[in-house]
């Protein structure tokens, strides 16, 4: 439920999703820069990938969450 009756914008899926993108990102520029960074780069690809799913994830429940009661389809 969102506060205020207002749509909801941003969740908890989203937020880590930005955050392990970010994290994935700094991996990899220290990988550029470090030969021992660098020899973890698919463990940073493996970071950004799932960061990119937790996002994907967030912006459906969001659109979930947000779609009016009687547009729902139930299967009843």
Same mark, same amino acid.
Do not use: C
């Given at each position: ?8 914008? @941003? ?6 999703? !930005?955050?392990?993108?970010? =994290? #994935? ?18 463990a940073?690809?493996? @970071? ?6 937790? !996002?994907?994830?967030?912006? =459906? #429940? ?5 779609q ?9």
């Amino acid at each position: 439920m969102t506060e205020g009756g207002g749509k909801q914008r @941003i969740n908890g899926e989203t937020i880590t999703g !930005i955050a392990l993108v970010l =994290m #994935a990102l700094l991996f990899l520029w220290a990988g550029t820069q470090n030969p021992v960074w660098a020899r973890i780069m698919l463990a940073d690809y493996l @970071i950004l990938a799932i960061g990119v799913g937790f !996002i994907i994830v967030g912006g =459906m #429940a969001i659109r979930r969450t947000n779609q009016p009661p009687s547009e729902r389809k139930s299967h009843y």
